[in-house]
């Protein structure tokens, strides 16, 4: 199915019934990156599936790629399917995409999982992005043996565009952010997930926690000195940066946390 949200056809898929999920993948992927565990989301869920700007079956259009703009999209669509306040949950990209969500509109979702997305540029490791630098369509001869490029030339409207989004991930990743004000501004609960083998350190992700009050104090026999806007953290073991999306430890805990409202 597709949406027109602010000039952009996306498409988007909907699996299971339940309470309204909304699932967003990450950078280079499609929502099928969550081919795994898809049907673990979809057992209590309507899971809503997009394809974001310039990815998978959403073609381009004439803007930079930015999380900002793409959360935006999303708020487009949780308006237009009338979706009564969904939980969100995304990852690395669409992690990132979903921190925006629930900055810019707080009060259209209900609970917020964010995986793999660090909050500042400065955490990732300096080699991780010496190598985000060198992304953009020079390097489409090296991407043609990955996963990604696979997909992008089953699914693409313009499969030709590939070098397109190259150019336009290589410039979003070489901007400069840190999005800890409004971290500690956020109105939403929030369960930070990643990696103990991540694009950023372990100890990112609990900085992050931090600014949402975990791990300041004990949390008590019942649950008194936890955070207390309800939110909290996972650190998914033996799990990378590229493995932790499909993990059914990501669904299991994502998954309880969401559990938590109903």
Known sequence: MYADVNGLHMYYETHGQGS????????????????????TFAENHTVILPDLQGHGRTADIERPLDIREMARDIIALIDQLGLD???????????????????????KIGRL???????????????????????????????????????????APRPED?????????????????????????????????????????????????????????GGWQGEGRPAGGHGLAILPRTTHYSSFMSPLFATVALDFLAEKH
């Open 20 to 39: 309204p999920l909304v699932l967003l993948h990450g950078g280079l992927g499609s929502g099928e990156m969550f081919g795994p565990i898809l049907s």
């Open 85 to 107: 306040r969904p939980d969100v949950v995304g990852y690395s990209l669409g992690g990132g995409v979903a921190y925006q969500v629930a900055f810019q509109a707080p009060e």
């Open 113 to 155: 999982v964010s995986a793999s997305a660090g909050i500042r540029r400065g955490a990732t490791y300096p080699e991780i992005l010496a190598q985000q630098g060198q992304v953009g369509a020079a390097a489409v001869e090296f991407m043609k043996e990955t996963p990604m490029y696979e997909l992008y030339q089953r699914v």
């Open 162 to 218: 590939f070098p397109r989004l190259l150019d336009k991930i290589g410039a979003a990743m070489a901007v400069d952010f840190d999005f800890t004000e409004q971290v500690k501004a956020l109105q939403v609960p929030t369960l930070v997930v990643a990696g103990d083998a991540d694009l950023c350190p372990p100890s990112h992700f609990v900085e992050v926690f931090g600014l949402l009050d975990g791990g300041k104090r004990d």
